[in-house]
Nanobody
Framework: QVQLVESGGGLAQAGGSLRLSCAAS????????MAWYRQAPGKQRELVAT???????NYADSVKGRFTISRDNAKNTVYLQMNGLKPEDTAVYYC???????????????WGQGTQVTVSS
């Protein structure tokens, strides 16, 4: 099974920056769209940013101009550069990827385990 592992979360001050990474490993045939989601306690999981395998990107209005999603296809990794952090960015951040394998050539959406981001005011 393909694993998605996030890293880079932690504590930051308001106005600070963090860079999240999510690396996929396993019997990967190809990876299509990748995305970052986040979920705060008691709230719905929300889509933060998406990126296609041709580097087309989209962002939630709440993070536009502050966050940047990117990917390194050779490393099967997606990144989220977070600048100008606000306390309301505090959440568990999850990566998502559409993964194709030899056993599932149509692909499926895989999720990482999540990484905590906490922003203090």
């Amino acid at each position: 099974q393909v694993q998605l592992v996030e890293s880079g979360g932690g504590l930051a001050q308001a106005g600070g920056s963090l860079r999240l990474s999510c690396a996929a490993s396993g019997s990967i045939f190809s990876i299509g769209d990748m995305a970052w989601y986040r979920q705060a306690p008691g709230k719905q999981r929300e889509l933060v940013a998406t990126i296609t395998n041709t580097d087309n990107t989209n962002y939630a209005d709440s993070v536009k101009g502050r966050f940047t999603i990117s990917r390194d296809n050779a490393k099967n990794t997606v990144y989220l550069q977070m600048n100008g952090l606000k306390p309301e960015d505090t959440a568990v951040y999850y990566c998502n990827a559409h993964i194709r394998t030899l056993w599932n050539t149509n692909g499926y959406n895989g999720w990482g385990q999540g990484t905590q981001v906490t922003v203090s005011s």
